[in-house]
């Protein structure tokens, strides 16, 4: 079982920017696909960005592509970054990390085996 965990969220302003940060449990997770996906009140979880296992290939939703960027540090913290800039209202949410050992996922069906738990992500003045 891996376990994934989310950190960054917070309370930003309209305009502001954020980082969001993924780990797992994995020692091998510098190989795992990952995506980010959001949540927002009363509505479905919607695909944000996904990168592979090499960080040679992104895909961004269109709410996400030019505001917001995905990448991997594969050095020791083994982490998986999504960067957030010009945030808005319209992307507050709960955030979730989730990650694909085989690389076989998709990334915007979101059929994922492994997620985290989520961070909040509020935009507010």
């Known amino acids: 079982q891996v376990k994934v965990v989310e950190s960054g969220g917070g309370l930003v302003q309209p305009g502001g920017s954020l980082r969001l940060s993924c780990t797992a449990s994995s020692r091998t997770f510098s190989r795992y696909a990952a995506a980010w996906a959001r949540q927002a009140p009363g509505k479905e979880r919607e695909f944000v960005a996904g990168?592979?296992?090499?960080?040679?290939?992104?895909?961004y939703s269109d709410s996400a592509k030019g505001r917001f960027t995905i990448s991997r540090d594969n050095a020791a913290e083994n982490t998986v970054i999504l960067q957030m800039s010009n945030l808005n209202p319209e992307d507050t949410a709960v955030y979730y990390c989730?990650?694909?050992?085989?690389?076989?996922?998709?990334?915007?069906?979101?059929?994922?085996?492994?997620w985290g738990q989520g961070t909040q992500v509020t935009v507010s003045s």
């Open positions: 989730a990650a694909d050992p085989w690389g076989r996922v998709e990334p915007r069906t979101l059929k994922f085996d492994y």
């Open positions: 990168i592979s296992w090499s960080g040679g290939s992104t895909d």
